[in-house]
């Protein structure tokens, strides 16, 4: 729904009311992901996605119906029989879209969520989709407070509220968008209620240490991948806003000690991704003894594989453990025979996507399964109970 959000929020502030078409659980090659959407106006304008193409004309139909009758439905679209090329996913994925109305009066918070997702802040929305509950019932939930209630006027609401509360900040704090399922009254072994949460997490955040034309490259991408890019330098003629207008931020600071800082500061994560791309034993041997005691979930460095060899005997010798160094990506990168800056830094990306979703990192033709696979870190909450 990110997506999509600035124009519902025009549309709500407005007092309008629209269909709102949310993918909320998909199987197999699924071509969009949990939390993709599409709006329809009720002057028939349509904004975002949930299928890049193969149910979109459907989608669209059954939101502008939702508007009409004012009652949200859950659909499931996949391959079956003759319909598979009329309204449905040809490439043999499964997805669940819920469809609901939505004006001032059945989501309330929606401009507070707006707001919310345009100043970086964290909040999660938990909707109920499907069981005995109250369909469309809706919740706001932010790491330190919650509003809304998931089953309104029903006495086991607080139970439910508070399970779904904790599921959600759990969510929250990994970039997780999915369904939970719970018993009518929170149980957190039942599966008969579906609840959606859609975590508006703030955007991961790529430390980029180096100011030279890799970082450049690396930058613009980190940029276009949706991070918050940060590139840092002790240099003050090198670290310029201008070399770097992609950058959200440019530091002029020696690596180890702004990492350091922004570590204790409680700024590096596990979706936090570094890459060290100065080449230079004075820069990145300190920065990488801080940067391997951080629980940023990817750590890369530049350099031939000399350098690797010769980074890597100053870092034991500096103390660090195996598993720690176990972490590092050297020579970091996917192997794609890159030269340029702008090469490299695809190589990089790949390498931060094929992190991210455990890809092989080999050709699809030499492949078999699943082409969209689940993030590593994707995890039931429920489990850490």
Known sequence: MRDVLAEIARWHAAGETFGLATVVDTFRSAPRPPGAAMAVSAAGEAVGSVSGGCVEGAVYELAREVIGTGRPVLRRFGVSDEAAFEVGLTCGGVIDIWVEPVDVDTFPQLGEVAAAVAAGEPVAVATVVDGPGVLGARRVIRPDRAFGSLAPGLPH????????????????????????????????????????????????????????????????IGKFLGYRVTVCDARPVFATAKRFPEADEVVVKWPHKFLGERAAAGGVDERTAICVLTHDPKFDVPLLEVALRTPAGYIGAMGSRRTHRDRMARLRRAGLTEAELARLRSPIGLDLGARTPEETAVSIAAELIQLRWGGSGRPLTETTGRIHGEPLARTDPRERQ
């Open 157 to 220: 609401a607080a139970r439910l509220d508070a399970a779904v509360d904790d599921d959600a900040r759990g969510m929250l704090a990994q970039g997780l968008t999915g369904v939970r399922r719970y018993g009518p009254r929170g149980e957190r072994r039942g599966d008969a209620l579906a609840v959606f949460v859609h975590s508006f997490a703030p955007p991961p955040h790529l430390l980029v240490f180096g100011a030279i034309d890799f970082a450049a490259a690396v930058a613009r």
